[in-house]
């Protein structure tokens, strides 16, 4: 089977500073008094909406070719945002030059109808996230908690959060119709996580 388009891989600390899980957690805690769950919800509906949109006025090309770039950016932003929540990296998000590599090879041919399509199509996708976000917050308590005894986190755990985040960015990324490939756990390399 052909590599997926969307790769996303982390370069993990040696170390963790045990301030940076008090730090996450006041993100968090912050995060979810705005309601982050309604965010999400609105997102899973409009993203194909723009989507479809976008392809509508522009056409599958121009689509690709100029908004996707811009997209792309934003994802690696996220992806950063992400990782860093998570606590797999020390890095603040930026776009370029993080130790959270997404990389999304921005191909198909989409149109506006398809796009919309993947409100239907990326439900079963939205469930596993759904399932693997559940798991994952018991995994990210249990990597603060090793973090703050021993200033590292198990390569499990680690390697669990960034399947997650990968799994959710091939999500998004489908659901841009920046991808016709359906979103998989399947990975690259976890040779790189481990560097």
Known sequence: MDKHPVSLQ????TRTARIHVVTRLALLLAIGAI???SIY???YLTLPTFAALMILQK???RYLIEDGRRIVRVLRWLASAYGYLWLLTDVLPTADGNPVDLRIE???RPTS???LLRLLLSIPALFLV???SMIGAVVWLMGAVSILAVERMPTFISEFLTLMLRFQFRLIAYHLSLVDRYPSLESSSLAHAHS
């Open 10 to 13: 982390v370069e993990l600390p």
């Open 41 to 43: 919800w609105i997102l």
């Open 106 to 108: 921005v191909s198909g």
């Open 113 to 115: 109808t398809s796009a």
């Open 130 to 132: 759904a399932a693997l």
């Open 59 to 61: 056409g599958e090309d």
């Open 35 to 37: 309601g982050c769950s």
